[in-house]
């Protein structure tokens, strides 16, 4: 038997803050125990139904502000205690999976001494060698329900050029001596980093992208260790990471009313291929989020979802293409026929070059201060997430308001949001130049 687990806010304990005790209720067969998590909540902002922690949207930061001023927590704030809180049932099911596994018999009293124990090993005082690859196997290992696929590559990649760094310099890499000289130093290994493939002798680099990203993955890392208990040095905080800029490739309306309409009666993996592609582009939803979409979530003229990243609900009204694609798969048990995202990416580009869409697309990356410029035809880079791109670009081009798209999308922040903004004008610009001749 399953332990029930329920988060509850202890409704009789108010601190000055106007804060509650989030506690987890844990019930096994007659046996009831409950567990505090270490968080305080506002009340406003828990909702027990759907058991999470709501989003602080511009209108309910407003209304709470009046009332509680600063002690309001920020955004990031609340993510990172619903990641926790997540975390903190993930342990709780690891623990029962350990005896299940051992044909123990197990007690709430066994767990709840579990998460304890868990506690006191993470918040003891570090030894000052310890190896931050080390705890970056353990972030892995209580993330890997919580994370998809391709951000666990991410953390796995950065512990190996951890090694490599250390490796290289000769040095123990440990908590308490991260600071901003170590940032630097790592980002310019990073940067002269080179593997050779054993078999084609091709030489791997990487670019200031993905750099980016090891970074960030590096920082993510060091802030969770320390809300752990783990010593830290602060001084990484002040090392700021440049991001270049991605390019937006998004299908063109021809090419997606190509696409749609392209007879491929005679291959029916393409054939399926295409219409899940064109239905993200008419939708916008991630490649995961089509992956969990059922039957369900579709209610008569829209799509009602909540997307996995952002863990917000999102609707999304259906039009003349993803009906189109509904109906066509109504007798399939699931609304679209979805495939592994490493088998779509593949066909969906030899779909594309079928279609002929080849385009030059000339792709920038710099690799520290040097500028690398390579020509792709467009079906060479075109991806799963290229139908999202799709539906905002197209969306704006059409004239639907930026926030109403980044509303559809998901999107946070209209920073992030705006590089779609900038591809539409520049697609408007050229439009212009084609029918009425570039300025002399």
Not at 58 to 81: A, E, S, V
Not at 373 to 397: N, P, Q, V
Request: hydrophobic share 35%; charged share 30%; net charge positive.
């Amino acid at each position: 038997m399953e332990a029930s687990l329920r988060y509850e806010l202890r409704r009789d304990l108010e601190n000055k803050r106007g804060e509650q005790p989030l506690t987890l209720l844990i019930h096994l067969a007659s046996q009831r125990k409950k567990v505090g998590t270490g968080i305080n909540l506002i009340p406003e902002l828990w909702s027990g139904e759907r058991q999470q922690i709501l989003n602080l949207t511009r209108r309910l930061k407003i209304q709470l502000q009046k009332k509680y001023g600063d002690n309001l927590p920020n955004k990031h704030t609340l993510i990172q205690y619903q990641d926790d809180l997540i975390e903190l049932k993930n342990k709780v099911r690891k623990l029962e999976e350990g005896y299940r596994s051992r044909g123990i018999a197990y007690s709430v009293e066994m767990l709840v001494e579990g998460i304890r124990d868990s506690k006191k090993h993470l918040t003891k005082k570090e030894d000052p060698s310890n190896l931050i690859y080390d705890f970056v196997d353990r972030y892995i290992q209580e993330h890997e329900l919580t994370r998809v696929k391709g951000s666990l590559v991410v953390y796995k990649s950065l512990k190996k050029h951890l090694k490599n760094y250390e490796a290289k310099t000769r040095s123990k890499i440990r908590f308490d001596k991260i600071d901003y000289n170590f940032m630097q130093a790592f980002q310019n290994h990073l940067i002269g980093w080179e593997e050779v493939h054993e078999t084609t002798g091709t030489v791997k680099t990487l670019n200031n992208i993905t750099i980016a990203k090891q970074l960030s993955t590096l920082k993510t890392f060091l802030g969770y260790a320390k809300r752990q208990g783990i010593k830290v040095n602060d001084g990484y905080k002040e090392f700021s990471i440049k991001k270049d800029k991605l390019e937006v490739i998004a299908l063109t309306q021809g090419e997606l009313d190509l696409l749609f309409n392209f007879n491929l009666s005679s291959n029916k993996r393409l054939d399926q291929v295409r219409d899940v592609f064109c239905f993200s582009c008419a939708t916008g939803f991630r490649f995961s989020d089509l992956q969990q979409l059922k039957r369900e979530h579709i209610k008569e003229m829209e799509i009602r979802l909540t997307i996995r990243k952002t863990k917000e609900p999102a609707i999304v009204p259906l039009n003349q293409y993803s009906k189109t694609i509904l109906e066509k798969y109504k007798d399939l048990a699931s609304p679209i026929p979805m495939i592994s995202n490493q088998k779509f990416n593949k066909y969906v580009k030899e779909l594309c070059k079928l279609a002929g869409i080849d385009d030059p697309i000339e792709i920038i990356r710099y690799k520290g201060a040097t500028k690398q410029s390579t020509i792709y035809k467009k079906h060479e880079i075109i991806s799963a997430h290229t139908g999202r791109k799709t539906f905002a670009t197209l969306s704006l081009e059409k004239g639907i308001p930026a926030e109403t798209v980044m509303k559809i999308t998901g999107h946070a922040d209209y920073k992030s949001f705006q590089r779609y903004v900038k591809v539409t004008e520049e697609r408007k610009r050229n439009e212009m130049q084609k029918a009425w001749g570039a300025p002399v």
